[in-house]
């Protein structure tokens, strides 16, 4: 199993809508990382009012436009 399976594996047993803190954690990097990516317009996001979620199939899809291979 190679790195980019492993690292998207991490993402099988998440819910298809997720809250910060869960991407955070798949993605091994700070909360307030992930809100600022956000507010920049650098990751898809979902507003619900107040609340940000994060839909797990566009994140995915971010993910592998951004996954680089030699």
């Given at each position: 199993?190679?790195?980019?399976?492993?690292?998207?594996?991490?993402?099988?047993?998440?819910?298809?809508?997720?809250?910060?803190?869960?991407?955070?954690?798949?993605?091994?990097?700070?909360?307030?990382?992930?809100?600022?990516?956000?507010?920049?317009?650098l990751i898809p996001?979902?507003?619900?009012?107040?609340?940000?979620?994060?839909?797990?199939?566009?994140?995915?899809?971010?993910?592998?436009?951004?996954?680089?291979?030699?």
């Amino acid at each position: 199993m190679d790195h980019s399976t492993l690292f998207f594996a991490a993402f099988a047993g998440l819910p298809e809508i997720l809250r910060a803190k869960d991407l955070a954690k798949a993605l091994q990097i700070s909360v307030k990382t992930i809100y600022a990516y956000a507010q920049r317009g650098l990751i898809p996001y979902i507003r619900i009012e107040s609340n940000v979620r994060f839909a797990k199939r566009e994140i995915l899809a971010w993910l592998e436009e951004r996954h680089y291979r030699p």
